[in-house]
């Protein structure tokens, strides 16, 4: 099932499945049962809906595909769903934008917002859904982020009417941030420092989070962090994933397929950034991802991924992060 035609064909089928879960107000059907896609299942998650559009507009950038106009215009309407959530918070200064959900800012919607809007400025043909030019919008919200720096970690949570900080913190949010900031462009000598100390740190290495695999891969292609920092950092965290594999032993599809991610993001690190680590190691990666990738597809079927050997429940972020491991196993191969 990993060969290239098997690879494009579970990328196209998720991505078709969740254009087809857009409903006419931008909002997908956020989970279902395998199946029956036409009974819709309780909750929604704001940073999941940014993230499942980031791994779609991906699919489509990536793969450099012809999509349909309805299509396109499904993918708008999902974008500006998002996009009509950003409110300014008065008690910030300057032009800036925030995600706001149930009256409070998760930072690492933030982070899923830009990266989510970064893409949509790579497609071609898209409607304008911003409040703002595109770039004004992706510049205000990256205001915020950077506002949450506090010293060399980040806020997590704040309430949108006084900006009140609020206790929650996420083993996701800084990951996402950062990664936000580096693929639009916006971070700044400050957050650098941050990204940098927290990998010193080794931030990220114990939860194996492919939120900060993403962000150090961003950052090694981009040159915005020394490169004998980032290759300490990138070994750790991709050996932990390698050798400390425990995470297949919950038979549940997302937790694998978020390891996935990350092995294959390291992956294509290796192959536009050569000479940096061993071959050894990136080898071994791909070996772990493939092993991954084929206990991935227990729970596959049409499109549709679903939680594991206990629950049939499909949700956009399931189909998000599986999908998107096979379109990163697909693109090493081009």
Same mark, same amino acid.
């Given at each position: 099932m990993l060969d290239p035609d098997n690879l494009r064909r579970i990328v196209l089928a998720s991505l078709t499945h969740l254009l087809g879960l857009v409903r006419p107000n931008g909002r997908f059907v956020y989970a279902h049962t395998a199946g029956a896609p036409d009974q819709p299942l309780d909750g929604y998650n704001m940073l999941r809906h940014c993230g499942t559009l980031w791994?779609?507009? +991906?699919?489509?950038? !990536?793969?450099?595909?012809?999509?349909?106009? !309805?299509? +396109?215009?499904?993918?708008?309407?999902?974008?500006?769903?998002?996009?009509?959530?950003? !409110?300014?918070?008065?008690?910030?200064?300057?032009p800036t934008l925030a995600l706001v959900t149930k009256g409070a800012v998760k930072t690492g919607g933030i982070g899923l917002a830009l990266v989510m809007l970064a893409e949509y400025g790579r497609a071609r043909a898209m409607p304008e859904v911003t409040p703002d030019t595109l770039d004004d919008t992706i510049a205000a919200l990256a205001a915020y982020g950077r506002a949450q720096r506090e010293g060399q970690d980040f806020l997590h949570k704040r309430q949108f009417d006084d900006g009140t900080v609020l206790p929650f913190r996420s083993d996701y949010y800084t990951g996402e941030l950062l990664l936000g900031l580096f693929v639009s462009g916006q971070s700044d000598a400050a957050i650098i420092a941050a990204a940098e100390a927290l990998m010193a740190r080794r931030y990220g290495v114990p939860e194996q989070s492919h939120w900060m695999a993403y962000a150090a891969c961003?950052?090694?292609?981009?040159?915005?962090?020394?490169?004998?920092?980032?290759?300490?950092?990138?070994?750790?965290?991709?050996?932990g994933m390698i050798e400390q594999n425990g995470y297949r032993g919950r038979r549940q599809s997302t937790p694998i397929a978020c390891r996935?991610?990350?092995?294959?993001?390291?992956?294509?690190?290796?192959?536009?950034?050569?000479?940096?680590?061993?071959?050894?190691?990136?080898?071994?990666?791909?070996?772990?991802?493939?092993?991954?990738?084929?206990?991935?597809? !227990?729970?596959?079927?049409?499109?549709?991924?679903?939680?594991?050997?206990?629950e049939r429940k499909v949700q956009i972020d399931y189909i998000q992060h599986n999908a998107t491991a096979f379109l990163n196993r697909l693109l090493i191969l081009y």
């Open positions: 791994f779609m507009l +991906r699919a489509m950038n !990536d793969l450099q595909l012809d999509l349909a106009e !309805d299509a +396109r215009t499904a993918l708008g309407r999902a974008v500006g769903y998002a996009a009509g959530k950003f !409110d300014r918070p008065v008690w910030l200064p300057g961003e950052a090694a292609e981009r040159g915005l962090i020394g490169e004998e920092r980032l290759q300490g950092y990138l070994t750790d965290l991709v050996t996935t991610e990350a092995l294959t993001r390291f992956v294509l690190l290796c192959q536009r950034w050569p000479g940096r680590f061993p071959e050894s190691l990136s080898a071994a990666a791909l070996q772990a991802a493939d092993e991954n990738l084929a206990l991935q597809l !227990d729970w596959y079927e049409d499109g549709q991924f679903w939680k594991g050997d206990d």
